[in-house]
């Protein structure tokens, strides 16, 4: 809330606008909960030893140190514990991406998992006395702790691919509002749990459900404990498929807290909102669910292509479902050099469907060849790609990757733009420099 208008709801702020206005909260987002006892954080104690500790050396000055001051070294990295390498978009709430060349492992490790968040993680994440609801129109509500789940259901490891509904946004001209997501707001880690259609098939699905509605443990930026900052949900049709799961762990250890430890939703090929974090609660309902970001404007397009910077009336927007075509170059990094042949590897996606074919291309899109592609491990996963370069002499060059679905759809050159910056699934390019 600002004081000229105490009504106004509260904003996303960058890095150094939360550590001039909430600089305690700034020193527990990104030093832990060691340098949030004393308001000095880490100027003193505990908060100092995180600091030098991620420096790795000390500070001789840090008495000095004005209060609130965002230290130039952590500016442009990554400082959230638990985390490698991840670009840091916002801090309230918390939103960071990673790198495309940090995406190169065929299932991406747990510290390189894209982080979003519309409110603030919950305070208390222990596993042991974590509780899930399920109730609505069902049969039979049901409240379940973890270990229920373990003992009742069958137990499931799947690699599955969850993707931002704004990942590429930054592309957008004119701009669009929101996190100004690159390319690295995707991941597909090995995910275990329990499938979600076994647990709402034993609490028994009413004929009239429409649609599921999903609650997390989060809390509002506001403060207020009556506001949810999201709750999205599914189509039943969606909930009833094999690879919707609700997860335990991530990649044979326990969630990450800033990916929803210790229970969460993983819906793959839909945008990463349908995913709760934190999860406590998923309600049947015989209405499309109309939960915070699930109304207006959020997470939906116009129903008709637009041109850039037009308007668009709010009742024109639906829903997006199904995630659209899309590859990522991994390797090698743009911007670098390499020499006069390399392999060039990357992933591709889309949706509910599979990849038929990844085409690269080093002359701006004049000639095209085919990448080896590998078939998904299992439905909800991204698929792995590789291709032996050769480049014909030294200079300049553009590596472009274009992907083609089992329906299909091929990814575009130019951007489908929409007001809110939603699914930017245009060509991967990386410039390389051949010696």
């Keep these: 809330m600002t004081q000229d208008n105490p009504s106004a709801p509260p904003q996303e702020r960058g890095l150094y606008e939360t550590f001039e206005h909430d600089p305690e909260g700034a020193d527990r987002a990104f ?23 991620m420096l790795g050396m000390a500070i001789p000055f840090h008495r000095t140190m004005p209060q609130g001051l965002v230290p130039a070294a952590f500016a442009s990295q990554d400082v959230l514990t638990g985390k490698d390498g991840l670009t840091l978009l916002n801090d ?19 510290e390189r998992h894209f982080i979003r968040n519309n409110g ?9 006395g974590w509780t899930l609801s399920i109730d609505g129109l069902v049969d039979t509500p049901m409240e379940l ?20 509904g704004g990942n590429g946004r930054a592309a957008f001209d004119p701009p669009a509002r929101g996190n100004q997501w690159t390319l690295g707001a995707v991941a597909c880690s090995n995910w275990t749990g329990v499938r979600l259609k076994d647990v709402l098939t034993a609490a028994g699905v009413k004929p009239e459900v429409v649609y599921t509605a999903h609650v997390g443990a989060d809390t509002h930026l506001s403060g207020d404990p009556d506001k949810l900052p999201i709750s999205r949900g599914v189509p039943i049709a969606k909930a009833m498929t094999d690879d919707v799961l609700i997860a335990f762990e ?34 049947l309902r015989d209405v499309v669910h109309d939960g915070p970001k699930m109304t207006g404007t959020s997470y939906r397009v116009p129903n008709r292509p637009v041109a850039p910077g037009e308007e668009v009336d709010k009742k024109d927007f639906v829903i997006i479902e199904r995630m659209p075509v899309k590859s990522l170059i991994t390797s090698p990094q743009t911007d670098t050099g390499v020499g006069r042949s390399v392999e060039v590897r990357g992933h591709a996606w889309s949706g509910d469907r599979t990849i038929s074919a990844v085409d690269l ?3 701006f899109g004049a000639t095209w060849m085919k990448a080896n592609l590998d078939a998904p491990v299992n439905s909800g996963a991204w698929q792995n790609w590789r291709a032996d370069i050769a480049f014909p002499q030294a200079g300049y060059y553009e590596v472009w990757a274009r992907a083609t679905d ?7 050159f130019a951007i489908n733009w929409n007001p809110k910056g ?14």
Excluded at 406 to 411: I, K, N, T, W, Y
């Design 145 to 164: 702790s973890i270990e229920d789940l373990k003992s009742r259901f069958e137990t499931v490891t799947m690699a599955l691919v969850i993707e931002c």
């Design 406 to 412: 089992s329906d299909g759809a091929m990814q575009p």
């Design 31 to 53: 030093f832990g909960r060691l340098a949030h006892a004393d308001r000095r954080g880490f100027l003193n104690g505990a908060g100092l030893a995180t600091m030098g500790a």
């Design 361 to 363: 291309s080093i002359d």
């Design 92 to 110: 309230r709430p918390i939103n960071a991406e990673t790198p495309a060349h940090l995406l190169d492992d065929a299932i991406t490790p747990t």
């Design 422 to 435: 939603y699914l930017n699934n245009t060509m991967h390019r990386v410039a390389v420099q051949v010696s």
């Design 120 to 128: 603030l993680p919950p305070d208390e994440t222990d596993a042991a």
């Design 250 to 283: 991530m990649n044979g250890g326990p969630l990450h807290v800033q990916n929803g430890a210790p229970l969460r939703l993983v819906v793959p090929g839909w945008p990463g909102s349908c995913s709760q974090k934190w999860l406590r609660r998923i309600t």
